[in-house]
């Protein structure tokens, strides 16, 4: 599963046989947390000017600046 950076729950909603009506809560899981807030995610490669050169990128949760190379 993808790291969405916040906690998550899964639940089912269901209706009668007609599809009238309100939906109902049939089940619902358990909270499930990352294990990582700050994992690094949509990471990019691109080339840089000099053949042996490339830059890569990422996006994480964090507000800390990164010293640029």
Known sequence: MINLRRPL????YSRDHSCSGNYSLVAQSVLIEP???????QI???YGDRLDQIFVSYLTNSSQYSPQC
């Open 35 to 41: 294990l990582n807030y700050n994992e690094p995610t």
């Open 9 to 12: 729950q899964f639940r089912y």
């Open 44 to 46: 990019h490669l691109a």
